[in-house]
Every structure is written in structure tokens, then in C-alpha cells.
């Protein structure tokens, strides 16, 4: 990855529904736009999300997703309505901020949520996209991708002192329902309900990230709490996608360059969803990392990541 750098400009942008977000940029601000999509949803940004990309070559944007990071109203607030925080929002508020900034097209860099999100944008507004890059591909309009996560047949059998933990926090009466458990406690107004319930509910989101263990990042309660409503308000709802959307849309997007990479053994998001969008989308780059797994900063994978972008990048002047 490139080393780290800081903004030289950021600002709000409200996009309605009483909402504002949070933007960035960094790089050469005549370099050709790229905007990276962070994951979750709700997961809001980290610096090293900056680092994809050769800050010479690239303009490159940033923007906390409703809810999350620095937008406002924060849903770490249990106060905070979640209803106009869809992915029709979140797609209208990439396309507002284009505007905004005054881009023509850009590259979108999107892994895992992001990467969703990226082929939604995508499929709604082609005209708007340079190329594609694409990490840990989830699929949320198939069920099987959401029970994978939240249910006992899929990671939890893999992970079962992780996923025992996220079960045994909910009563044995509750127990056939772990998301409408959580839901209920999530949005809760006592602290003293809420604020375990995100922790609980993170602590396995964030679990069993990557092919060797490694410490899970410190989130302060407001993080969590965001990310654990706004995860699973799209959870719950099938990320506000018709069953097969994306697969279905690859068509208006099959002439845009992309390049898709996915570890072997992602237990987030596994690599049957990126082969299946790969056997849809044969023109994309195809990349499998033998040993990683859906952490984006695992060796293989950024290097293909980053191989990438470099790829893209325009030329230089002669």
C-alpha cells in the first residue's frame, strides 16, 4: 500500500432527509477521480483507506456513509431514525456527491459492503464509472450470503467460540431469532440494553477477519453502537436489494473495466459469491488469494489490490 497521507480539503454535504455526510479528498487534485467505499455498512472510514492508491496518479475521495464516521445524525445515537438510510440513499448521495465535487466519472474501490454498494452505484448510473475495483465480494441479495454471516450453518461452524458467544448473549427463549433478538435490544434506549448488545453483535462481525488471527480494532461505544444498528438494519433487510439484483445488472456495467479479488478463505464473504459474479461478468479480472482471508491489508491481497489501481492509473506525460 502507499504510504500515509492526509486530506487536503473535506467538508459536509447535506443530501437530504436531514442528513449530511462526510467527505475527503487526498492525492493530486488533478489526478483522475477514484472513491473508495468503506465498508459495513456502517463501518465509516479509517486513515489507511487512503493508502489504495498512488497519491500522484490519483484524486482520490472518501466519504463516511449515513450514519457512521463523522455524517450526522449519528446512528452511535439510538435516537437516530434509521429509515431514509437504504442503499437507494446511499447510492443518491455517491451520485450528489459527484456533483458536488464535479467529477465526470471515477474509479470505484469498494471491498466487502463496499463492494456492494459499488456494483448497486454502478448498475444505476454506468455512465458515471471509469473502472471497478472489487475485494471480498458480498452478495446480501442472495439469502445464502446474509445466513453465511448471521446464522449457525455458515461461519459459526467454523468460528463456534466466537459465534457461541453472540448466541449465549440472547436467552435460550429468544434464540431461534438472533437477529430480531438483537434488533430488539440494539434499538433500545436504555444504555444498559444497548450498548452490550453492540458490543456483542460487533465483537462477531469483526471476529475472523483474516486467515491468521489478529487483534480486533478498539471501537469506542458511539462506533460500535453505529455500526451495530446501521449493520443490522441492513441485515435484517436484505440490504434493501430485490434476491438476484446484482447478478441480473452486471449487463449495464459489462464494458466498464473491473478487477475482482477474493480470498480462499474468507469466512466473511466467501468466494463462491465473487466466482459466481466473476461467471456472470467473465470481461472482470478474476483473483483468487490462496492464503488469505477477508482482510483487504492481507499480503496477497493488497498487492492485487494495489497492482490494480496502479493499473488504472493514467499514464504520464510525456
Known sequence: MYPPIEPHSHGMLPVGDGQQIYWEECGNPDGKPALFLHGGPGGGLLPNARCWFDPGAYRIVLFDQRGCGRSV???????????????????????????????????????????????????????????????????????????????????ARLFPEDYARLRDFVPLAERDDLTAAYGRRLNDPDPAVHVPAARAWGAWEIAANTLLPVPPPELDDPTLIAFSRILHHYFSRQCFLRTGELIDGVDAIRHIPAVIVNGRYDMKTPPDAAFALHRAWPEAGFHIVEDAGHGGSEPGTHDLLVQATDRFRPAPPR
Open 73 to 155: 445524525p449519528h446512528a452511535g445515537d439510538v435516537r437516530t431514525d434509521l429509515t431514509a438510510n437504504t442503499t437507494a440513499h446511499l447510492v443518491a448521495d455517491i451520485e450528489r456527491l459527484r456533483a458536488h465535487l464535479g467529477v465526470d466519472r471515477w474509479l470505484l474501490f469498494g471491498g466487502s459492503w463496499g463492494s456492494t454498494l459499488a456494483l448497486a452505484y454502478a448498475q444505476r448510473h454506468p455512465d458515471s464509472v471509469s473502472e471497478i475495483v472489487l475485494r471480498g465480494v458480498w452478495l446480501p441479495d442472495l439469502a445464502a450470503d446474509v445466513a453465511w454471516t448471521t446464522g449457525p450453518h455458515g461461519a
